[in-house]
Nanobody, 119 residues
Framework: QGQLVESGGGLVQAGGSLRLSCAASGSIFRTFNINTMAWYRQGPGKQRELVAG???????NYADSVKGRFTISRDIAKNTVYLQMNSLKPEDTAVYYC??????????WGQGTQVTVSS
């Protein structure tokens, strides 16, 4: 029905940049409009946390720890969400997950992509 495919993770030195992408595909996304797209992350020994989100109207929100460094954007026509990460820090090291919501009950997760920032 629907799947999310993430790409763009990797290893980068502190101060560097990475861009994550997440494409939503499948019949469910061709049938219903996506309401929100977001990125979460889970660092070693930590709980999963919201990094950034964007709603269909374009409003965005960010975790305080990434404000001014990360930018979330989306291509509605392609059902794709991006996360531009600049000035990366070692504490940004985590598995990053894409999340797409059509409704509260129609909630999809990507498989996760590893981001490692070396000091």
């Amino acid at each position: 029905q629907g799947q999310l495919v993430e790409s763009g993770g990797g290893l980068v030195q502190a101060g560097g940049s990475l861009r994550l992408s997440c494409a939503a595909s499948g019949s469910i996304f061709r049938t219903f409009n996506i309401n929100t797209m977001a990125w979460y992350r889970q660092g070693p020994g930590k709980q999963r946390e919201l990094v950034a989100g964007i709603v269909r109207g374009g409003s965005t929100n960010y975790a305080d720890s990434v404000k001014g460094r990360f930018t979330i954007s989306r291509d509605i026509a392609k059902n794709t969400v991006y996360l531009q990460m600049n000035s990366l820090k070692p504490e940004d090291t985590a598995v990053y997950y894409c999340n797409v919501k059509i409704t509260a009950a129609m909630d999809y997760w990507g498989q996760g992509t590893q981001v490692t920032v070396s000091s």
